[in-house]
């Protein structure tokens, strides 16, 4: 069974970094469009960045400029890169992947969440 497995999150002052990681485990399966998002306590999850298999990124215009996504394709991991990290950046970072399933199908897989928490 494929499982998005997170690590990276903690508490870090305003302006420092983290580096987020997930990988996908289990079973035989190709991955398309990767993706984090984040959850703010009381507000709605909301995309960050994404990555398809060919490279393109997307994100949205709060982290343009300080956050990069990437991804190692052999790995079947993705990577979110934050830097000049602002109090309003405290969330749940979600990884989420669009996985085809050999014998199973396509779907969409989301990670366990991890805490990021950027004080003042």
Request: with cysteine; glycine share 10%.
């Amino acid at each position: 069974q494929v499982q998005l497995v997170e690590s990276g999150g903690g508490l870090v002052q305003d302006g420092e970094s983290l580096r987020l990681s997930c990988v996908a485990t289990g079973g035989t399966f190709s991955i398309n469009t990767m993706a984090w998002y984040r959850q703010a306590p009381g507000k709605q999850r909301e995309l960050v960045a994404s990555i398809t298999s060919g490279h393109t990124t997307h994100y949205t215009d709060s982290v343009k400029g300080r956050f990069a996504i990437s991804r190692h394709n052999a790995k079947n991991t993705v990577y979110l890169q934050m830097n000049s990290l602002k109090p309003e950046d405290t969330a749940v970072y979600y990884c989420n992947a669009d996985i085809y399933v050999f014998g199973v199908g396509q779907s969409d897989y989301w990670g366990q969440g991890t805490q990021v928490t950027v004080s003042p």
